[in-house]
C-alpha cells in the first residue's frame, strides 16, 4: 500500500502562508485526483481542494482566491499553498487520493496541523 506523509503545517499569524506537502511513496498518477481536507475543533473532515489526474482543480468556496492546489507527478507529491489565513483556517489538515470520486483508498493519517492565530 501506497503510504505517504503530510507535512508543512504550523504556526502561522492571520494573513501568513504555509505550504503544505504531501509525498507519497509511490505513484500518484493511477488516482482519480488527489485532494486536501480538513478538520477543525468540533467539525467534521471536509475537502479543502482536489486536484484530478488531468490536472482540474475544485476548491471549497472558503479556499476560492486564497488556496492553490498543485502536484508535481515525477515527485509523487501535491502541494498546498495557502496565503492569507485566517483563525477559521485552523484546522488538522490531511491528504487523501480518491481511485473514484468518494472513494479513498488510504486511511486518514495523522495529517499536518495548522493554527493561525495572533
Known amino acids: 500500500q501506497v503510504a505517504r506523509v503530510e507535512s508543512g503545517g504550523g504556526l502561522v499569524q492571520p494573513g501568513g502562508s504555509l505550504r503544505l506537502s504531501c509525498a507519497a511513496s509511490?505513484?500518484?498518477?493511477?488516482?482519480?485526483?488527489m485532494g486536501w481536507y480538513r478538520r477543525a475543533p468540533g467539525k467534521q473532515r471536509e475537502l479543502v481542494a482536489r486536484?484530478?489526474?488531468?490536472?482540474?482543480?475544485n476548491y471549497a468556496d472558503s479556499a476560492k482566491g486564497r488556496f492553490t492546489i498543485s502536484r508535481d507527478n515525477a515527485k509523487n507529491t501535491v502541494y498546498l499553498q495557502m496565503n492569507a489565513l485566517k483563525p477559521e483556517d485552523t484546522a488538522v489538515y490531511y491528504c487523501?487520493?480518491?481511485?473514484?470520486?468518494?472513494?479513498?483508498?488510504?486511511?486518514w493519517g495523522q495529517g499536518t496541523q495548522v493554527t493561525v492565530s495572533s
Open positions: 487523501n487520493a480518491e481511485i473514484q470520486p468518494g472513494i479513498f483508498p488510504w486511511s
Open positions: 509511490g505513484s500518484i498518477l493511477s488516482f482519480y485526483a
Open positions: 486536484i484530478t489526474s488531468g490536472g482540474s482543480t
